[in-house]
């Protein structure tokens, strides 16, 4: 079974400022696919970025960026000039290769600060 | 474009009633997927189909639980008889094709509770 670690329970960040959420995974797959998604207090659950295990990249989207480090098994999220609608549960998935079931960890809650 | 719609919203009913939760995914979308989120166990993934037949159902918790996808476009994941330990916030999710590069996208989700 694939395990999703968030260590980061809560965080506060300033508005403007930038902020890391991070996510470590096991598997033994050579192959997979990692997901970060948003959850406002409103609860939908929004799609943010995607990487892939063979991206020689990191995935950027927008104000998100994905520090990816594969021999460390982490994917990092993070979300520059940090916004007031920013605040929410951010989620860090694995899909395997070829496989259907996203792994979720446990979430990471941050509030921006004005 | 619409996202996944998912109805209602919000669902409050006594124990032992039967409750239906439904679901429209993405036109297109030939994988829906259901989730249920606890606090005390997370994002779980109850079944997932694939052109309107179940692949895996090894999520559901219990018989009470069954879902069905007559067409491409509408799902529903019953619960008879409900009991208080099934309130949750269910989730249905689609996407294009399953595989570990596919995001699935989620509807805003259903908050059941069961008194």
Same mark, same amino acid.
């Given at each position: 079974?694939?395990?999703?670690?968030?260590?980061?329970?809560?965080?506060?960040?300033?508005?403007?400022?930038?902020?890391?959420?991070?996510?470590?995974?096991?598997?033994?797959?050579?192959?997979?696919?990692?997901?970060?998604?948003?959850?406002?207090?409103?609860?939908?659950?929004?799609?943010?970025?995607?990487?892939?295990?063979?991206?020689?990249?990191?995935?950027?989207?927008?104000?998100?960026?994905?520090?990816?480090?594969?021999?460390?098994?982490?994917?990092?999220?993070?979300?520059?000039?940090?916004?007031?609608?920013?605040?929410?549960?951010?989620?860090?998935?694995?899909?395997?290769?070829?496989?259907?079931?996203?792994?979720?960890?446990?979430?990471?809650?941050?509030?921006?600060?004005? | 474009?619409?996202?996944?719609? &998912?109805?209602?919203?919000?669902?409050?009913?006594?124990?032992?009633?039967?409750?239906?939760?439904?679901?429209?995914?993405?036109?297109?979308?030939?994988?829906?997927?259901?989730?249920?989120?606890? /606090?005390?166990?997370?994002?779980?993934?109850?079944?997932?189909?694939? *052109?309107?037949?179940? !692949?895996?159902?090894?999520?559901?918790?219990?018989?009470?639980?069954?879902?069905? /996808?007559? *067409?491409?476009?509408?799902?529903?994941?019953?619960? &008879?008889?409900?009991?208080?330990?099934?309130?949750?916030?269910?989730?249905?999710?689609?996407?294009?094709?399953? =595989?570990? *590069?596919?995001?699935?996208?989620?509807?805003? =989700?259903?908050?059941?509770? !069961?008194?």
């Amino acid at each position: 079974a694939q395990k999703i670690t968030q260590t980061q329970p809560g965080m506060f960040v300033q508005e403007k400022e930038a902020v890391t959420l991070d996510c470590t995974y096991d598997t033994s797959d050579p192959s997979y696919g990692l997901f970060w998604y948003k959850q406002p207090s409103s609860g939908e659950m929004i799609f943010l970025i995607y990487q892939g295990s063979y991206d020689q990249q990191n995935a950027t989207e927008g104000r998100y960026s994905l520090n990816f480090q594969k021999a460390r098994k982490s994917a990092n999220l993070v979300i520059s000039a940090s916004q007031l609608g920013d605040s929410a549960m951010y989620f860090c998935a694995m899909a395997p290769n070829n496989d259907y079931k996203l792994s979720f960890g446990a979430g990471t809650t941050v509030t921006v600060r004005a | 474009d619409a996202g996944v719609i &998912q109805s209602p919203r919000h669902e409050v009913t006594e124990m032992g009633q039967e409750v239906t939760l439904r679901c429209k995914p993405i036109s297109g979308h030939d994988y829906l997927f259901w989730y249920r989120q606890t /606090m005390m166990r997370g994002l779980e993934l109850l079944i997932y189909f694939n *052109n309107n037949v179940p !692949i895996d159902d090894s999520g559901m918790p219990e018989d009470r639980f069954s879902a069905k /996808m007559p *067409n491409a476009s509408f799902s529903t994941l019953k619960i &008879q008889p409900s009991e208080p330990r099934d309130s949750a916030v269910y989730f249905c999710a689609s996407s294009f094709t399953a =595989g570990n *590069n596919q995001p699935q996208h989620f509807g805003d =989700g259903t908050r059941l509770s !069961i008194l």
